[in-house]
């Protein structure tokens, strides 16, 4: 009995498959029935290159290192030397060097514009970002231990680290500083969605594609979304009532988003309904460090709110494109 009881209990229980080894199968392999997009396409085994088109497909390759021009970066006369673009990415670190400035008289530092259009390929760039991404700084504080920093995210934290020292802009306590911090990775985590994914689909891509359109915009709203119900919990600005590097760093994508400067998005996005996201982007946008920070490094736009390159305060009144051209 208890044997034919026992054969009776395995072999039930050899009827029971989990259900992660039924879908194991359909998880790695394609579906025959999936619609391809151009029509006919089929996956090779192994990927090649080729230019994809599009605004930037002119430049964008599947390896690393200094492809470009075997060419030395420009110095100028301040310890502090930015190698940036006016994108979203750049506007960050800029916004917070305007705020030094600004809290600061003695503060300074020089700004070179990089476009990238294959400038972020060069030795000299390269040497200072093996990532070829702007932006880019060399600290030159101590000559004989230059410091470089790439990603916007690292520049701004040692910025404030090391200039900030009243911790106006990053807390130097616990749980304001973790606070800061966490609003910080979150925007460095969430602007490829925006950037790369909402970004290159909805305004840059070679063609219109529905389901990548729909993929991004989606997540896109969701990550205004999350920053609109947070900032109706605890604002005016990101960390309660201080105004931070979360802030600086979240404005120029979420911000220029929905004041309707990036990618002419605005109304397609439905911005209009998320309140609490829309005073705090016209709250920092009135911002004289903001508002400089977005010239600095800028080919694009109105002439009078272009400055290529940025060496002394003085230079928003005089070196604007529309005073040298």
Known sequence: LFRSLKQGMF????????????????????SAEKPSLPEGYELPKVWEFKE?????????????????????LPKGEHALQLYSMGTPNGVKVTILLEELVELYPEFEYDAWLIKIDGTQFTSG?????PNSKIPAMMDYSDPAKPVRVFESGAIMMYLADKFDKEGRFFPKDYPLRAECQSWLMWQMGSAPFIGGGFGHFFSYAPVKIEYA?????METKRLIDVLDKHLASGGPYVCGDQYTIADMAIWPWIGNLVLGRLYGAAEFLDVEKYTHV???AKRIAERPAVVRGRMVNRPFGEKSEQ????????DFETKTQDKIE
Request: charged share 25%; no cysteine; aromatic share 12%.
């Open 213 to 217: 359109i729909d993929r991004y915009t």
């Open 307 to 314: 400055l290529h390159d940025r060496h002394a305060r003085s």
């Open 125 to 129: 760039f390269h040497a200072v970002n």
């Open 11 to 30: 072999a039930r229980r050899a009827l029971v498959v989990p259900a992660w080894r039924r879908l194991r199968p359909r998880a790695f392999t394609m």
């Open 278 to 280: 829309m005073a705090w």
């Open 52 to 72: 994809q088109g599009g605004t930037w497909g002119g430049t964008n390759r599947p390896y690393a290192g200094a492809w470009g021009e075997d060419k030395a």
